[in-house]
């Protein structure tokens, strides 16, 4: 089920591609108190020998994956650099499964995980980001870190657990 409609894609996206820089650095500060692993998944980037041009580029992906969340007028939990590692672990492992298959069946892995994937809106859109900037770059090995860090931006909004809705009565609301 997708938490971030399409209508909040588009709204999230005009916003983001709008922002100054003043505005872009004050929702930054608003990530930091928000979502502070996400913000340092990120400003990690440069530690593992991503240059600070290409680490923009994550910040980029960042500030819409969050604008995202706000434009989808939920309430999101912190998450976690636990749910960080094992969402990490996952994508990697699906990664390194797909490698041993033929170029037919990686294709057929990969829309098959695409069809499956709960934030289908946000991964079209940060897929679609990442594969535009890597046909403008001078490719790097550790482009493959920015790659991981917006992969896992999304399967974290994705995965999170979303906290249940309570009744008046305090008694949890069922699933619908």
């Known amino acids: 089920m997708t938490r ?5 894609m588009a709204r999230a996206t005009r916003a983001v591609e709008a922002m100054n820089l003043q505005q872009k650095e004050a929702l930054t ?6 979502q502070p692993h996400m913000l340092g998944s990120v400003l990690v980037l440069p530690k593992l020998g991503v240059s600070m041009e290409k680490t923009e580029f994550a910040i980029e992906l960042l500030l819409l994956c969050f604008q995202a969340m706000k434009e989808s007028g939920r309430s999101w939990p912190l998450i976690t650099e ?12 699906t990664v390194r499964l797909g490698e041993d298959l033929s170029p037919s069946q990686q294709d057929r892995l990969m829309q098959q995980y695409m069809g499956d994937h709960p934030e289908q809106n946000l991964l079209a ?4 980001r990442t594969a535009d900037w890597l046909e403008r ?6 482009d ?5 860090a917006a992969a896992n931006l999304v399967n974290c909004i994705a995965f999170v657990p979303m906290p249940t809705s309570r009744e008046p009565s305090g008694r949890p609301r069922r699933a619908k």
């Open 137 to 142: 770059i001078d490719p790097e090995d550790s």
């Open 144 to 148: 493959r870190y920015v790659m991981l």
């Open 82 to 93: 636990d749910e960080q590692d094992l969402q990490q672990r996952i994508y990697v492992t």
């Open 125 to 128: 859109c940060i897929s679609a």
């Open 29 to 34: 500060d608003e990530i930091f108190l928000a």
């Open 4 to 8: 971030i409609s399409l209508e909040a």
